[in-house]
């Protein structure tokens, strides 16, 4: 089992910046990749980053490419999303997520793609 605790968000005003964290616990030497998605009141989840663990590949979703940087700290089993020129569009629940396996069919912005789940963080942008 791998456990995701996300840290890192809060309100901030239309342009401010955030940046969240994720640690990952337990058997987090079989992760695969890690990334983001979000979840705004009355809206669906939506995929925000993701990056793989053992190479430099990142991907974005088209709302947030150019704002948000997803990385990581593997010696730290860290991922890290920084938020920039926040937008009150980007207020939501924010899960960090992990996949254990690598897979040839993998499609990064698929919530099903990820076997684990964080309890979520709130990101609050104020117009």
């Known amino acids: 089992q791998v456990q995701l605790v996300e840290s890192g968000g809060g309100l901030v005003q239309a342009g401010g910046s955030l940046k969240l964290s994720c640690a990952a616990s337990g058997r987090s030497f079989s992760i695969y990749s890690m990334g983001w998605f979000r979840q705004a009141p009355g809206k669906e989840r939506e995929f925000v980053a993701a990056?793989?663990?053992?190479?430099?590949?990142?991907y974005y979703a088209d709302s947030v490419k150019g704002r948000f940087t997803i990385s990581r700290d593997s010696a730290k089993n860290t991922v890290y999303l920084q938020m920039n020129s926040l937008k009150p569009d980007d207020t939501a629940v924010y899960y960090c997520?992990?996949?254990?396996?690598?897979?040839?069919?993998?499609?990064?912005?698929?919530?099903?793609?990820?076997?684990?789940w964080g309890q979520g963080t709130q990101v609050t942008v104020s117009s």
């Open positions: 997520v992990a996949r254990r396996s690598y897979s040839s069919t993998y499609q990064y912005g698929s919530p099903y793609e990820y076997n684990y």
């Open positions: 990056t793989a663990w053992s190479d430099v590949n990142t």
